[in-house]
């Protein structure tokens, strides 16, 4: 009889830190833990509940995926760790599901802290404008649908994916906002305030778990 395999989805926060009892309980239990969203040291603060950590780098996730899965041949049960809620704005994880799905794998996830969430406590954001509050996650193709508004407070994730193409936003910004406008960086610790027209330098160097946050303009 074969034995039953597991694909666990689980997160943390803006930080290892601030990853919930749960998730650290069931690490213990996985044959391995693989995961593209550690780095500078921080994957040391993830290690003592691993039995096997394995660290995919930052690259894309589908080599992450067939790592995994390749693994399966050897492992029961293998935790794939995110940062942020796992199924926020991660169009990866329903990928993830219907792939394990196909290989008579069960998928289950766990609840996270969610970085939206995180950030706006670092930000100590208790209101939000009368227009309303949009998040968007510039990793879903859907650039040429997306009409940005100025009268929004408005959350982008995913600023990482933009790579060398980081020029083409700035104008769909500076346009939207103007280059005077205040901007907020957060890539925990770290809290950043500059304006629409100095973000230059500091997107090109956005990292997996950089967010950008441009309050709502003055009526």
């Known amino acids: ?5 597991t694909l666990l989805l ?10 919930t009892l749960e998730t650290m309980n069931e690490l213990k239990t996985c044959d391995a833990v693989f995961s593209g969203a550690l780095e500078g040291g921080r994957e040391e603060l993830i290690r003592p509940y ?6 995919t780098g930052g690259g894309r996730w589908e080599s992450a995926a067939e790592k995994m899965f390749e693994a399966f041949k050897n492992f029961d049960k293998i935790a ?7 199924f926020f704005l991660n169009p990866p994880a329903l990928r993830l ?18 970085s ?7 930000l100590g954001l208790g209101n939000f404008s009368a227009g309303g509050l949009r998040l968007i996650n510039l990793g ?3 650039r040429q649908e997306r009409k940005l508004d100025a009268k929004l407070d408005t959350f982008f994730f995913s600023l990482w994916i933009l790579g060398g193409k980081h020029k083409a936003f700035l104008e769909e910004i500076r346009a939207a906002y103007g280059p005077r406008h205040p901007a907020f960086l957060i890539d925990h610790p770290r809290c950043a305030r500059t304006t629409v027209g100095a973000l230059e330098n500091a ?6 778990t950089t967010t950008l946050y441009l309050p709502a303009g003055k009526p």
Do not use: H, T, W
């Open 97 to 114: 599901a219907r792939k394990a799905k196909s290989l008579g794998i069960e998928f289950r996830v766990l609840a996270g802290i969610s």
């Open 203 to 208: 997107l090109a160097a956005a990292r997996l």
């Open 140 to 142: 879903d193709g859907r």
């Open 116 to 122: 939206f969430d995180a950030i706006v406590n670092q």
């Open 10 to 19: 689980c997160s943390y926060g803006l930080d290892p830190a601030q990853i």
């Open 50 to 55: 691993c039995r096997k950590l394995v660290i």
């Open 80 to 86: 794939y760790l995110v940062y942020g809620n796992p």
């Open 1 to 5: 009889m074969k034995n039953k395999k």
